[in-house]
């Protein structure tokens, strides 16, 4: 796999993330979702001496840069999924962790990378696949869903109030040829969605959210992982969780809320400072939430 080792990627609220996860030397933490690899490096120097980080990301991609950008720290990485992560871990022969960390954004690298799909701008097949290898991606599903699915998963997924406005006009377009790039996509939608309407964002944000959130089943995973996390954590381990839509929130809330072996940390999200969302403003929309293992 030819990837730049470079990386664009700024992780979100670093000193936020520090303070509730707490890592201390010789422990065993887990960035269970690796990216540029900005938070795995700064866990990764307070756990040492002695301690390690198990660093996971489904991107074949971001797996291969942070093999040779971390190579000099103590950290192990391995190419999977965060809701099977007691599998994974059974397989390194660990039982039980003293943290972790989901950071729920997409990477900057991917976003850079045009054959992703991930941008509006993007020439390249929309694909919008964490792992590429694995599952369908969004172009095939854009081009034989029928309308009203299509106008079901938009509105669920990304809470797109045009989202049947969009799926007639996908459904009518790809009947003259498929829509096969990001490009072809925003550029469709930008003509049902009026910009001044879209709540200040690109008009196609919410429908390229809803698309991604359901080809890589991320609300699915979420929930999973949710559900699994504590068997893995040591009692007073932390979960920190950095969400970026509502969806996401939501469910991050309510499992901290209704699961008896979660201690919630935060009684109200934690968010980015304004200098922060200043020099990175891709942190705008973050919340970050954390508990503890009863």
């Known amino acids: 796999m030819d990837v730049s080792p470079e990386t664009c990627h700024i992780p979100v609220m670093p000193q936020e993330v520090l303070k509730f996860l707490d890592p201390q030397p010789g422990q065993i933490i887990v960035d269970a979702t690796l990216g540029g690899g900005g938070h795995t490096r700064l866990i990764a120097q307070r756990v040492w001496p002695g301690g390690a980080v198990i660093a996971l990301d489904r991107d074949p991609a971001a797996v291969h840069r942070a093999e ?54 993007a020439d390249g097949p929309l694909d919008l696949r964490f792992d590429p290898t694995s599952g369908e991606p969004a172009w095939t599903l854009v081009n034989r869903m029928g309308e009203k699915a299509l106008a079901d998963l938009i509105y669920r997924y990304g809470e797109e109030r045009f989202s049947r406005r969009i799926a007639a006009r996908i459904v009518e377009e790809r009947k003259k040829s498929p829509i096969k790039s990001a490009r ?52 007073g381990g932390r979960l920190v969780v950095i969400s970026f839509h509502s969806l996401e929130d939501r469910l991050v809330k309510e499992a901290f809320k209704s699961d008896p072996r979660y201690t919630v940390l935060t009684k109200k999200p934690i968010t980015p400072s304004e200098e922060e969302i200043a020099a990175n403003p891709r942190a705008r929309s973050a919340k970050l939430r954390a508990a503890a293992r009863t």
């Open 184 to 235: 072809d996509l925003a550029e469709l939608i930008c003509r049902v969605v009026p910009r001044h309407r879209s709540g200040g964002i690109h008009p196609a944000t919410r429908t390229f959210q809803a698309l991604r959130i359901a080809v890589n089943d991320e609300l699915g995973a979420l929930e999973t992982a949710l559900r699994r996390f504590p068997d893995i954590l040591r009692p």
């Open 68 to 121: 040779k950008n971390l190579a000099a720290l103590p950290v192990r990485i391995v190419q999977g999924n965060f809701r099977d992560l007691p599998e994974i871990l059974e397989d390194l022969d660990v039982e039980t962790v003293d943290g972790i960390l989901l950071d729920l954004g997409m990477s900057s690298d991917q976003l850079a990378d045009v054959s992703r799909g991930f941008s509006f701008q």
